[in-house]
Structures are given as C-alpha cells and as structure tokens.
C-alpha cells in the first residue's frame, strides 16, 4: 500500500521558511504523480503544488514564485521549499501521491505562520 509520512512543519514567523518532506514507500516512486495540498480549519482542501512522474510543477496562484516543489526519486522523497511565508499560508499540510486509480495521503504537518 502506499505509505507517505509528511515532516518539517512547524511555527515560523511572517516572511520565514520551512522546508516539508514526504517520505514515500510501498510505491514505485517514480511512475507516481506528487502534489502538496493544504487544509485550515472550516476551509477545504486545496492543492498546492503539484510534480508530474515527467517532472512538470504547477503552483497555487496564491504561493507561485514563493514555494517551490522538488522530487527525489532516488529518495523516495518530495519536498516543499516554502519562503516568504505568510500568515494565510497556516494549515495542515498533506502530501498525495496519485498514479492512475492507486492514490494515498500522508497524515499531514502543521504549518502556523504567526508572529
């Protein structure tokens, strides 16, 4: 089954960094589509940034040019580089793993960003 274990979380402050992993096993890896999603309280989920099994990124509108999601596949492992963090960006972030019908989540990692 797909197993992904999320990592880096914590409390930062405006205009701070953090850096999330996720750790992936009982997958191929590579063959895998990524994605970081993000969820705060009373709102839905929504996606984050995305990496293909091709290596194509795409990126939320409201953190393009702040965030930036890399891909290990000797590693097993995707990451979140998040910069210029801002209050609005706390959440619950998730990892997802999608490869035609086979999906799974991580258990997510806390992000608040506050002074």
């Known amino acids: 089954q797909v197993q992904l274990v999320e990592s880096g979380g914590g409390l930062v402050q405006p205009g701070g960094s953090l850096r999330l992993s996720c750790a992936a096993s009982g997958i191929t890896f590579s063959v895998y589509d990524m994605g970081w999603y993000r969820q705060a309280p009373g709102k839905q989920r929504e996606l984050v940034a995305s990496s293909t099994s091709g290596g194509i990124t795409n990126y939320a509108d409201n953190v393009k040019g702040r965030f930036t999601i890399t891909r290990d596949n000797a590693k097993n492992t995707v990451y979140l580089q998040m910069n210029s963090l801002k209050p609005e960006d706390t959440a619950v972030y998730y990892c997802?793993?999608?490869?035609?019908?086979?999906?799974?989540w991580g258990q997510g990692t806390q992000v608040t960003v506050s002074s």
């Open positions: 997802n793993a999608v490869y035609f019908n086979l999906r799974g």
